[in-house]
């Protein structure tokens, strides 16, 4: 018999990715290809990068190094 449980606890592999929670950023950033103003942000606290996305869809990440 396959375990029916296993199957079910199976999820996406785009919920997969992040094992973990990004925390939310307030404040206003500037998208880096058009300078949009984009309210809010993730911050990464394993990787250590904030992203944020304009409305156009461009993806902006800055890296802490
Ligand atoms: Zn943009």
New binding site residues.
């Given amino acids: 018999m396959p375990n029916l449980n296993e199957f079910f606890d199976k999820k996406p592999e785009e919920v997969k990715e992040k094992p973990y929670e990004l925390e939310y950023l307030n404040g206003v950033r500037a998208?880096s290809?058009?300078d949009?103003d984009v309210t809010g942000a993730y911050w990464d606290p394993i990787e250590l990068f904030m992203s944020w996305k304009?409305s156009?869809g461009?993806d902006t990440v800055f890296r802490v190094v």
């Fill in positions: 998208c290809k058009c949009e304009c156009k461009h």
